[in-house]
């Protein structure tokens, strides 16, 4: 069952601009997750944000937490014609042997 | 450290056949999962290894079996091949025996089945 859904599913944007993408989620989680993927290849992680965090920052990527709307966003600014990939949330609602589960992506084409 | 290794990288199997697709990691991890990638459906769990000698379900589990033959290896089996389980398949190891931290993935396998 997936858990995150992000929006939009895909968004087209010109080198220099910001991207935002939005990920909602169903049940109270532990922490949240994004992952990029690159055409082909397999998904690496970008940023982990606990549920009593608010908002995290690494380099060009800025994150933010909403547990009361249970949505989360990820910024990216200053777009590069590199960031083009898809984009994931992964949620894991804790537990001795809790998962991660992904949701749909959101595929971000940076126009040079 | 090599990271997550998956082999092969392609396969194309007809319907019935079998086969086993393998995954290892180098950097110690406890846990290790087994997912799957369909267009438009981002990634559903196959099944994940806890730890070394422990396996459970995960989302869709049906027409799968896996073995942790040691910390290191994870495999996948497919005992009879079905259209349906057409996909891309991804390998990846957590440290500890949950998520709460990142996953590390491997490059995929790319199967077809005709």
């Known amino acids: 069952s997936q858990q995150g859904e992000e929006d939009p599913q895909a968004l087209s944007i010109q080198e220099g601009e910001n991207a935002t993408m939005n990920c909602s989620y169903k049940?109270?989680?532990?922490?949240l997750q994004w992952y990029r993927q690159n055409s082909g290849r397999g998904l690496v992680h970008l940023i982990l944000?606990?549920?009593?965090?608010r908002e995290k920052h690494s380099g060009r990527l800025r994150v933010t937490l909403d547990t009361s709307k249970k949505s989360s966003s990820l910024l990216i600014t200053a777009s590069r014609a590199a960031d083009t990939a898809s984009y994931f949330c992964?949620?894991?609602?804790?537990?001795?042997?809790?998962?991660?589960?992904f949701g749909k992506g959101t595929k971000l084409s940076v126009k040079p | 450290n090599a990271g997550v290794t998956q082999t092969p990288k392609f396969q194309v199997l007809k319907t019935g056949q079998s086969m086993t697709l393998q995954c290892a990691q180098d950097?110690?991890?406890?846990?290790m999962y087994w997912y799957r990638q369909d267009p438009g459906m981002g990634l559903r769990l196959i099944y994940y290894?806890?730890?070394?000698?422990?396996?459970d379900k995960g989302e869709v589990p049906n027409g799968y079996n896996v073995s942790r033959l040691n910390k290191r290896e994870f495999s996948l089996r497919l005992e009879s091949a079905a259209p349906s389980q057409t996909s891309v398949y991804f390998c990846?190891?957590?440290?500890?025996?949950?998520?709460?931290?990142?996953?590390?993935f491997g490059p995929g396998t790319r199967l077809t089945v005709l």
């Open positions: 992964a949620t894991w609602n804790g537990g001795s042997q809790g998962n991660l589960i």
């Open positions: 049940t109270s989680i532990n922490n």
């Open positions: 944000i606990r549920s009593n965090e």
């Open positions: 950097m110690n991890h406890n846990s």
């Open positions: 290894s806890a730890s070394e000698g422990t396996t």
């Open positions: 990846a190891s957590n440290p500890r025996s949950a998520s709460y931290n990142e996953q590390f």
